[in-house]
């Protein structure tokens, strides 16, 4: 995945960008959202040191805030799930960082299944 605002590979005529529907798009966020990057895609994925990939998986785009013992997680719209998965916030709360701030995906896997 590539972040489309670090992109220096031109867009592909048929480039599927993710879009924030209108109605979502005008809703305050909370202080000290940050927006997660939103993927952009290419053709064939950049190489060199500086680049590490990872497998799409469908789930919630999450962003889990910590500062101290104060977690927050929102989604990519700035929806707080903290109450919806106390299993990942108690699991940022217990990171050894005083404050961190993570991107990532929250994804159910089945033990016989896929995703």
Same mark, same amino acid.
């Given at each position: 995945m590539i972040p489309a605002e670090t992109s220096d590979t031109p867009s592909p005529p048929n480039a599927m960008v993710w879009r924030t529907s209108p109605a979502r798009s005008r809703r305050t966020r909370p202080a000290g959202f940050i927006s997660p990057c939103q993927p952009l895609l290419v053709a064939r994925p950049p190489a060199g040191p500086g680049w590490l990939h990872e497998v799409k998986h469908d789930g919630?785009? #999450?962003? &889990? %805030?910590?500062? &101290?013992?104060r977690v927050t997680l929102w989604t990519r719209y700035g929806a707080n799930f903290n109450d919806r998965l106390p299993k990942i916030a108690e699991a940022v709360r217990n990171l050894?960082?005083?404050?961190? #701030?993570?991107? &990532?995906?929250?994804?159910?896997? %089945? #033990? %016989?299944s896929h995703c």
């Open positions: 919630y785009r #999450l962003l &889990g %805030r910590k500062q &101290g013992e050894p960082a005083e404050s961190a #701030l993570i991107d &990532g995906e929250a994804v159910v896997f %089945r #033990l %016989r």
